[in-house]
C-alpha cells in the first residue's frame, strides 16, 4: 500500500471515526476529505516530471476543487496525516507552512507569511492542533502540539504546547486539555 493511500485512510478516520471506510464514502459524504484526497494525489505525482499526466490530472483537479470550495493550498505545502477540514470556504495555507498530524481547520482560518520584519517566513504547526472560524496564524512562529487557537484569534507569535489563544491581539493561556472534545478520532 501506498504512503499516500495509508495518509489519505488517517485523514478518512478524521471524519468517519472507523478505521474500515471507504474512499467512495469520504469522496461522497465529506467535501473537506474530498478536497484532501485531490491534494495528497497532486503531492503524490509531483515528483520528477511536472508534466506527468497523472501530476497534470490532478493539479487540474486541485484547481477546480480550490474555485469550488474555496480552499487555497498548495500541493508542496507539509501536512501530516489527519488532516480535518471542518467547514467550506475560505481557508488559505501558505506552501511553505509546515504542519503536523491531526490538524483541524475550520471556515475563515488563514496560516500565512509574515513578509518582512523578525517574523518573515510563514508559520510550523505541531500535531493535534486546532484553528477555529477566521482565526490567523501569521509569520514564522512556532506553533506547540495540542494548542486550540480560538474562533477569530490572531497569532503572530510563538505559543508553547497544551494551550489556546484567545482574542486579538492574541493571549496564551495554558490548559492541558486544550484541545479535548475539538479534535476528535485523533491518530496516536
Same mark, same amino acid.
Given at each position: %500500500?501506498?504512503? =499516500?493511500?495509508?495518509? #489519505?485512510?488517517?485523514?478518512?478516520?478524521?471524519?468517519?471515526?472507523?478505521?474500515?471506510?471507504? %474512499?467512495?464514502?469520504?469522496? #461522497?459524504?465529506?467535501?473537506?476529505?474530498?478536497?484532501?484526497?485531490?491534494?495528497?494525489?497532486?503531492?503524490?505525482?509531483? *515528483?520528477?516530471?511536472?508534466?506527468?499526466p497523472w501530476f497534470l490530472f490532478w493539479k487540474w483537479m486541485?484547481? &477546480?476543487?480550490? =474555485?469550488?470550495?474555496?480552499?487555497? %493550498?498548495? $500541493?508542496?505545502?507539509?501536512?501530516?496525516?489527519? $488532516?480535518?477540514? *471542518?467547514?467550506?470556504?475560505?481557508? +488559505?495555507?501558505?506552501?511553505?507552512?509546515?504542519? *503536523?498530524?491531526? $490538524?483541524?481547520?475550520?471556515?475563515?482560518?488563514?496560516?500565512?507569511?509574515?513578509?518582512?520584519?523578525?517574523? &518573515?517566513?510563514?508559520?510550523?504547526?505541531?500535531?493535534? =492542533? $486546532?484553528?477555529?472560524?477566521n482565526a490567523m496564524v501569521a509569520g514564522k512562529v512556532h506553533?506547540?502540539?495540542?494548542?486550540?487557537?480560538? +474562533?477569530? +484569534?490572531?497569532?503572530?507569535?510563538?505559543?508553547?504546547?497544551?494551550?489556546? =489563544?484567545?482574542?486579538?491581539?492574541?493571549?496564551?493561556?495554558?490548559?492541558?486539555?486544550?484541545? &479535548?472534545?475539538?479534535?476528535?478520532?485523533?491518530?496516536?
Amino acid at each position: %500500500m501506498s504512503a =499516500v493511500k495509508e495518509i #489519505l485512510k488517517y485523514d478518512l478516520y478524521r471524519y468517519t471515526g472507523q478505521r474500515d471506510s471507504s %474512499m467512495l464514502r469520504g469522496w #461522497l459524504d465529506y467535501p473537506g476529505f474530498r478536497y484532501t484526497y485531490i491534494w495528497r494525489k497532486c503531492q503524490e505525482y509531483r *515528483g520528477g516530471n511536472r508534466w506527468a499526466p497523472w501530476f497534470l490530472f490532478w493539479k487540474w483537479m486541485l484547481k &477546480k476543487y480550490t =474555485v469550488k470550495y474555496g480552499y487555497e %493550498m498548495s $500541493f508542496t505545502t507539509e501536512i501530516g496525516p489527519g $488532516f480535518y477540514i *471542518g467547514h467550506l470556504g475560505g481557508v +488559505a495555507i501558505h506552501p511553505d507552512s509546515v504542519i *503536523g498530524k491531526n $490538524f483541524t481547520i475550520t471556515k475563515g482560518v488563514t496560516v500565512g507569511q509574515v513578509n518582512r520584519g523578525s517574523k &518573515k517566513g510563514a508559520p510550523t504547526i505541531g500535531d493535534n =492542533v $486546532f484553528i477555529g472560524v477566521n482565526a490567523m496564524v501569521a509569520g514564522k512562529v512556532h506553533i506547540g502540539d495540542n494548542v486550540l487557537v480560538a +474562533a477569530g +484569534a490572531f497569532c503572530n507569535f510563538d505559543v508553547p504546547s497544551n494551550s489556546i =489563544v484567545l482574542g486579538n491581539p492574541g493571549k496564551i493561556i495554558p490548559d492541558p486539555e486544550a484541545t &479535548k472534545d475539538y479534535i476528535n478520532n485523533v491518530l496516536e
